[in-house]
């Protein structure tokens, strides 16, 4: 079947620091990969959308100097939340397609706490 | 742009009774939705999804039909149970490989 790991599962950095996370797709390509936010209100905030061999595209409220992302192979992706603050606590998440016929197929996640 | 609307935040429900989760959607593709939902500290899963207009899709019992007609996509189950206690989320595949998620509903069964 079809699964992504995300890794760290919880994270606990200071205010200012940055913090990496990772993402693994395992049993079928990640054409695309999608970092989202989960806050703790639950709504889903699309980061951005990587795929391959196109440029990486931002949301509104969401820039590559504060969120860069790799996405070097077809099962990789990371992401790095630089200079984090309260604003930016919330749960990670990962999701990775195949193809735009198909659903998108979630990690757990990332729990990041900025102390 | 494109987006989803899920009007309530919370229901909930004793074990036995229907349910309906509501989520409509705008979009300037042709629609595929989907439904997703999340136990607690676990990862989203599929729950169903269609991209057929007026074609019922079922799963686990649970059940809803895209109408494009009024751009609805509810979830529906006829006698929920305890386990269903979990966050449901409605999707839209909005163009390419990007997905876009309602606020989400959460639901609570209780005994």
């Known amino acids: 079947g079809a699964l992504v790991y995300q890794y760290p599962r919880r994270t606990i950095c200071k205010s200012g620091t940055s913090m990496r996370m990772e993402c693994q797709a395992v049993?079928?390509?990640?054409?695309?990969v999608a970092w989202y936010r989960q806050s703790p209100q639950k709504t889903f905030e699309l980061i951005a959308l990587s795929t391959v061999n196109s440029a990486i595209k931002y949301e509104q409220n969401f820039t590559q100097e504060k969120f860069p992302i790799s996405h070097p192979n077809l099962s990789f992706s990371s992401m790095t939340v630089l200079n984090a603050y309260l604003e930016d606590r919330g749960l990670y998440l990962c999701?990775?397609?195949?193809?735009?016929?198909?659903?998108?197929?979630f990690g757990k996640g990332t729990r990041l706490t900025v102390v | 742009g494109d987006s989803v609307t899920q009007t309530e935040g919370l229901v909930t429900l004793t074990k036995g009774l229907p349910v309906m989760l509501n989520c409509t959607y705008q979009?300037?593709?042709?629609?595929?939705l989907f439904w997703y939902v999340q136990h607690l500290n676990e990862a989203p899963k599929l729950l169903l999804k269609s991209s057929t207009d007026n074609k019922r899709t079922e799963h686990q019992g649970f059940y809803a039909t895209l109408h494009k007609s009024s751009s609805s996509f509810h979830l529906q189950k006829s006698s929920v149970q305890l386990s269903d206690s979990a966050l449901y989320f409605c999707a839209l595949k909005a163009g390419g490989y990007k997905v876009v998620f309602g606020s989400g509903t959460r639901l609570l069964v209780s005994p």
């Open positions: 049993g079928f390509q990640a054409t695309s």
């Open positions: 979009t300037t593709y042709s629609p595929f």
């Open positions: 999701g990775a397609r195949p193809r735009t016929d198909t659903e998108v197929f």
